[in-house]
């Protein structure tokens, strides 16, 4: 690890003037993404801005018919939430499917999402139900926010402070693990808000998080999994690595997907 | 069983645990000397390079560093090569090829990883930054990684005096015996096998701690080693860093092995040889990267087998070429892992009239390959164990009916392939087993599965293992630098108690509690009044360490014989201080007694009696209580047993999930049934992860995929069942205790038993390890792609 300048501000207008000060500066949210490739000399950021201790940013509430979820709360605090639980389960299940427990009660959601990392499962969520993710300066909806593999619409200074989730009847989320990391090989979030219905797929896809339109067509018709029966997406533009080939992430997207739909109608 | 609470057959709990468990275990990097400086190295990024220039002027001013050294001064200074002590000669009878290992490379890096100069500094920290100053111009070599390629004309040289990157050209067996066996038979079956490469991954890493002292020239090294005497006197004798008794070796805890740390590496050499010069104590500590990159890996062969068989399924011969890949050097006892630790046991637990095997050993772009538990036998077994399970399936015949009809009952028997099994009963651990896995009802749970959209298969293996390595003369026969017999020293204090040293190591194994309970057995005193000293050279004298499920079949017979001599003396004295003829004294529960009389002294009596001298003259008794002895054992020992796996495989996804194992092993006689049923959980962890998990993959270039445990799947707790352990017993003839070892049982019959379960429910024999989810399914795909649809 090198050498680097550490801050701990207490509210989001101090951590954004810290930001704008250091433009080589990290924001440090749970930190189990960015303290290890720190520790590996992968990454050399001039200072590290702690928002753990920053207030306002913390806590899952029911707000309307929406879950307003603090950037800097902890997976196993979303996934453990009472109001979470009963108003959307299969958000809950989520964070509940993130790493390990160590993982789970340092990382936040806010950190996850503005790491978008291509196999993290919150993008799924995020996309999947169409959330508004509320920076310090304004709100972006999730289908514009995430912009590729490790990249997100977030602008220099800009600190995501909330996600917001409109609360869907029907969601599900089914992961398959990635066998080494425990993150998602492939992932799928699928629900149903109306006539809103979103099926969101991460790791699988070469360039991050990504909606499966020809099956949210097929979805409209009628929301169940014999919808989706024979579906499958192409292979071009999956990932290929030592743990899975294009085409059987290709093929766990079809069937995760079924399991998903399975999950959210219940 | 035990004829006391702690004695042989008690299931103590390990008295080393509360030191492990409560944080006070004293590692390698645990220790502290006054004045230590850190050693980081930096290594070659390439796989295949030339050094044209190291300039590490600008890394010399970084703050902390004390010095930096590279290969050439190590040249300068006359350190030796690192050597591999095997001598192995190729069919034609000329001598392995074995080139230079350098403890630094000067002139040529064979491997990503390979260390090029050490930096040594102050703290890590420093000696990193300024590691990353050191500038090392390289000129890019093509790379071979593929030991199938490694031969071709085409392949890059490596070292330029080993031809055709080829270390030697082995075989054993009869050739012609087999070709005709071949030609006469009803049927033949053929197999491609590739097993795959393994990182070791001991939660301790490797470490070295070098201190010089200038006063009585003598240098002392900490290191994780599980043979401390070897580690000397390779430093001594073939590095030629100082002589023999100018050299401590002491490794304390060590935190697991697997083989990995049985080998002299050049990390080690450096801290020693850095550690003269700086005139310093210089300290380094692998950090898991490191780790991945330089440990050495395991396994790594490309096999096809065959098998010759009459129309009554009875096996008529084998055959097997294999290429092991022993990557960039050639590690302490790489030779002999893929040669007569693996040829040696094809026969596995069957009548094999005629066997034949050829092993062609290469050099490639990857780090060493060496020992990795079971080293060998784990190749043979799944060459076998492949081979028998699909010739029931190509013959119609029930797998567990055609090893019936080839098992070896008759004992000794003498294989094809030099070994001579002493004493076995295969049928019984079948048998048991069988009834342990409930076999009649598979058929019933699989129709069941099925119902879920599972895929059920059932796999077996009836595995053996040669351990209680080994008889010295047999051993030196077939190519060994060293004899393989083990030490024991047990001093008796005044007061009763009972220290052992011994030549064994432990990293695991449990030693303290199971040579304590030996000693508490044999002189009838508590467990707790026996204390086990291993690991230094300056305390032990010499021993072979541990491996090969050595410890108990030959480092406890060495005990026994010492406990032997001891007996006789304590008679002697005994009969002093009861006033009796020596050949009236009897020994037994701790006791002393005149037999036909009430008199009796008890073990404290005469221990004490041992050194006050006071009830004899020195010229008819010497006074003390301490013995040693070198015990050398008659003939390896044959470990065999059976292991059932059933497996269900999801058909869509292709993830398969073990859902039952039993394991029945035949040991021979038990210490510690708790100690012995956890070395069997954990070899069956270790071999469930190489076939459904582990895997060392490199690129094209020999750039290290699989680095790190983002990347390299190690098999969790929750990757794995319920062990169904039972035991059977046949005991070893070739050892006083009849021992046979258990340390590498699990990882020696698991990867066999999961791939014949799993190929056993897709019903296609076209899968390698590791069996991942996505292998599965595209298996799945090639056999039956509408049904996987």
Redesign the interface.
């Given at each position: 690890?090198y050498n680097f300048t550490f801050h701990r501000p207490t509210t989001v207008r101090q951590a954004a003037g810290l930001l704008s000060r250091n433009p080589e500066a990290k924001l440090l949210a749970g930190g189990h993404s960015l303290l290890p490739v720190m520790k590996?000399?992968l990454a050399q950021p001039s200072a590290l801005i702690d928002l753990s201790q920053v207030e306002g940013i913390v806590g899952v509430e029911l707000k309307g018919r929406s879950i307003s979820i603090g950037a800097m709360t902890r997976h196993a605090d979303v996934a453990n939430s009472p109001v979470l639980k009963e108003a959307m389960p299969g958000l809950a299940a989520v964070p509940g499917s993130i790493g390990d427990p160590q993982v789970r009660n340092r990382g936040t959601i806010g950190g996850s999402i503005a790491n978008n990392d291509p196999n993290a499962d919150y993008p799924a969520a995020c996309l999947g139900l169409g959330a508004t993710i509320i920076t310090n300066k304004r709100r972006i909806a999730a289908d514009d926010f995430f912009t590729g593999m490790f990249s997100t619409a977030l602008e220099e200074g800009e600190i995501i402070v909330r996600i917001s989730f409109p609360i869907a009847k029907k969601a599900g989320y089914e992961k398959?693990k990635h066998?080494?990391?425990g993150f998602a090989l492939v992932g799928v979030f699928a629900s149903k808000r109306g006539s809103d219905i979103r099926v969101a797929v991460t790791g699988a896809g070469s360039n991050g998080v990504f909606r499966v339109p020809t099956f949210e067509e097929a979805l409209k018709k009628r929301f169940s999994p014999k919808s989706l029966e024979g579906l499958t997406i192409p292979a071009a533009g999956m990932n290929s690595d030592?743990?899975?080939?294009p085409e059987?992430r290709a093929?766990?997207v079809g069937?995760l997907a079924r399991r998903a739909v399975a999950k959210a109608v219940g | 069983m035990s004829s006391t609470a702690t004695g042989i057959g008690a299931p103590v709990r390990r008295k080393e645990d509360f030191r492990f468990i409560t944080g006070h275990g004293q590692y390698t990097d645990d220790v502290v000397r006054p004045g230590e400086t850190k050693a980081v190295f930096v290594r070659s990024p390439h796989a295949h390079a030339k050094i044209k220039n190291i300039d590490v002027s600008a890394a010399k001013k970084m703050p902390g560093v004390v010095d930096i050294l590279t290969g050439a001064q190590l040249a300068t200074d006359k350190i030796g090569n690192l050597i591999c002590g095997w001598m192995i000669h190729s069919k034609d009878g000329t001598p392995m090829k074995m080139s230079a290992h350098p403890a630094l490379a000067a002139s040529k890096v064979n491997c990503v990883g390979d260390a090029v100069a050490v930096v040594i500094a102050e703290t890590t920290?420093q000696g990193?930054d300024a590691a990353?100053k050191v500038i090392v111009d390289y000129e890019v070599l093509k790379a071979v990684i593929d030991p199938a390629k490694a031969q071709a004309k085409d392949a890059p040289q490596i070292h330029a005096d080993i031809p055709n990157n080829t270390i030697y050209q082995w075989h054993l067996g009869d050739a012609k015996a087999v070709a005709a066996a071949f030609a006469a038979a009803k049927h033949v079956t053929k197999i491609d096998l590739v097993n795959n490469r393994l990182s070791p991954n001991a939660m301790e890493p490797r470490a070295a701690l070098a201190e010089y002292d200038e006063g009585t020239d003598n240098l002392t090294l900490w290191n994780t080693s599980q043979n401390p005497h070897v580690a000397r006197l390779v430093i001594a004798a073939f590095v030629g860093m100082a002589p023999e008794h100018k050299l401590r070796v002491i490794a304390p805890d060590v935190g697991g092995g697997f083989g990995s740390k049985i080998f002299i590496y050049p990390e080690e050499v450096v801290c020693l040889w850095a550690a003269r010069k700086v005139k310093r104590p210089v300290k380094w500590t692998s950090d898991r990267?490191e780790a991945f990159l330089t440990d050495a890996h395991g396994r790594d062969h490309v096999t096809h087998a065959e098998l010759a068989l009459d129309a009554n399924g009875k096996i008529l011969a084998l055959r097997a070429k294999t290429i092991a890949n022993l990557g960039a050097y050639m590690s302490t006892f790489s030779s002999s892992v893929p040669t007569y630790l693996y040829a040696t046991l094809l026969s596995g637990q069957y009548n094999i009239p005629s066997i034949y095997c050829e092993v062609d050993a290469v050099y490639t772009n990857t780090a060493p390959v060496d020992a990795y538990r079971g080293a060998g036998r784990p190749e043979a077994t799944f060459v076998i164990e492949r081979l028998v399970e699909v010739s029931a399936r190509q013959l119609g015949l029930d797998p567990v009916d055609l090893r019936r009809r080839n098992f070896i009952t008759a004992f000794p028997h003498q294989t094809p392939v030099i070994m001579a099994y002493d004493a076995g009963d295969y049928n019984a651990s079948l048998k048991k087993a069988l009834e342990i896995a409930d076999v009649k009802g598979f058929g019933k749970r699989k129709r069941e599965a099925a119902r879920h959209g599972k895929l059920r298969g059932i796999g077996y293996s009836t595995y053996i293992e040669a351990c209680g390595i080994a008889p010295s003369q047999a051993v030196g026969s077939l190519g060994a630098g060293v004899g393989l017999w083990e030490s024991a020293e047990v001093r008796v204090n005044p007061t009763g108690s009972v220290e052992v040293l011994t030549g064994c190591h432990a990293h695991g194994q449990g030693h303290e509690t199971t040579f304590a309970q030996l000693v508490s057995e044999r002189l009838g005193i508590p467990f707790e009044n026996v204390s086990i000293v291993h690991g230094d050279t300056d305390k032990v004298q010499f021993g072979m360490g541990t491996y090969g499920s050595r410890s108990g079949a030959v480092g406890m017979s060495a005990i026994v014989k010492a406990l032997d001599k001891i007996e006789a003396k304590a008679k002697k004295v005994a009969a002093y201080v009861l006033e009796a003829a020596e050949g009236d004294i009897e020994f037994k529960d701790g006791k002393f007694t005149v037999a036909g009389t009430d008199k009796s002294a008890a073990w404290g009596d005469v221990a004490l009696n041992a050194y006050i001298a006071h009830k004899f003259v020195g010229a008819d008794l010497e006074p003390g209580l301490k013995e040693t002895s070198f015990y050398d054992p008659t003939n390896f020992t044959f470990p065999a047993g059976c292991h059932i796996c059933e497996v269900e495989v999801d058909i869509?996804?292709?993830?398969t999930e073990i859902v039952n194992w039993t394991a029945v092993d035949d040991f021979g006689t038990i210490i510690n049934p708790m100690i012995v049923e956890g070395q069997v959980h954990g070899g069956i962890a270790q071999g469930v992860g190489q076939a459904m998990?582990e895997?060392v993959?490199y690129s094209a270039e020999g750039q290290l995929?699989?680095g790190s445990?983002?990347?390299?799947?190690?098999p969790r707790a929750h990757d794995l069942p319920s062990f169904h352990v039972g035991l059977t017993e046949t005991k070893s003839p070739s050892n006083p205790l009849g021992i046979k070892g258990c340390g590498e049982a699990g990882a020696i019959a698991s990867p066999a038993a999961v791939i014949n379960a799993i190929t056993d429910a897709i019903g296609s024999e076209d899968l390698a390890m590791p069996a991942?989810?996505?292998a599965v399914?595209?298996a799945l795909q090639r056999a039956t792609p509408r049904q996987a649809?």
């Open positions: 690890m590996l000399r398959f066998p080494a990391s030592i743990h899975a080939t059987y093929h766990l069937v | 920290a990193k990353e990267s869509e996804t292709g993830k998990m895997g993959v995929v699989s445990f983002m990347d390299y799947t190690m991942t989810a996505n399914w595209s649809a």
